[in-house]
């Protein structure tokens, strides 16, 4: 039942996930097309002496990218005569990048106060190239870590799993034993007399004192620590928007599930005794 709360958690968030892995995408390449797309424009109202909807209807759209469609709209906001800064922010709001809107902000009030529109978009665009440019590096950087918590995640909750299953098995071999072979016997000094002298040291009930309950809500504390602790280095290590938090959570947590469900029966399975299973029944 816990391992089939964790994939309905995980399944839960998927659609936000899928999603905000697409939008994530797609920021990324509005903030590569910005540098084109700024450039451009700086130099045709320099160079043409026109307004900005007149040089955002000159632009070849096709070097927008993912900007194609917000450009247009811009253009056909500020062709209405439109409040130009309302219409900036809302082009900057339907981007959702950070990027992009701190530097339009930027252009707009350097141009708005008089500067030259072809060196102001100059120097905007050569930051978001750079900024790009340093994004993609930490990219490469960072998809060997998060590629890397994954299999890292698998292996420690599997793990733990295993010890936690492993350990109630042979609590529960013990006690089924003390209540069918033992009980006849007596005491149980008597037994341990009663065995050979190699084997007097033995203590033959080192698992009938484990907690296996309390063992149990430990092992499931642990795994959501993981879980939520590995979530949080994905996205502070590769980046991005909020949203992300959810991506790397609905995997974890999916993984979680599986592992909760399949290692203790494949443990159970691994380490049954016949005899004693026939014995039980």
């Not at 292996?155 to 799993?161: I, N």
């Amino acid at each position: 039942m816990k391992g089939a709360g964790f994939i309905l958690a995980g399944a839960i968030m998927l659609p936000i996930a899928i999603l905000g892995r697409m939008d994530d995408k797609r920021i990324s390449k509005r903030d590569e097309a910005f540098t084109t797309f700024i450039r451009s424009l700086g130099v045709i109202k320099s160079g043409a002496g026109v307004s900005v909807a007149e040089a955002l209807s000159r632009i070849d759209q096709k070097n927008l990218g993912e900007l194609k469609d917000l450009v247009l709209q811009l253009y056909r906001r500020l062709s209405m005569d439109l409040d130009p800064r309302l219409c900036w922010e809302k082009f900057v709001g339907e981007s959702g990048s950070y990027l992009i809107q701190k530097l339009t902000s930027i252009f707009i009030d350097a141009t708005d106060l008089g500067g030259d529109a072809d060196t102001v978009g100059e120097v905007v665009s050569s930051s978001n190239l750079e900024m790009v440019l340093l994004r993609l590096k930490r990219d490469l950087i960072s998809s060997g870590f998060v590629s890397l918590i994954i299999p890292l995640h698998m292996a420690m909750v599997g793990l733990l799993l295993f010890i936690t299953q492993i350990l109630t098995i042979f609590t529960q071999y013990i006690s089924m034993l003390y209540a069918t072979q033992l009980s006849g016997i007596g005491s149980m000094s008597n037994v341990v007399d009663k065995l050979p002298g190699g084997l007097q040291g033995l203590n033959i009930g080192i698992f009938g004192s484990v907690p296996t309950e309390l063992l149990s809500q430990y092992t499931l504390f642990i795994i959501l620590s993981l879980t939520l602790a590995n979530t949080i280095a994905a996205n502070v290590v590769k980046g991005g928007g909020k949203y992300m938090y959810i991506y790397y959570a609905c995997i974890l947590f999916i993984i979680s599930g599986v592992l909760m469900v399949v290692v203790p029966q494949v443990v159970e399975w691994a380490f049954s005794l016949p005899s004693l299973v026939e014995m039980e029944g």
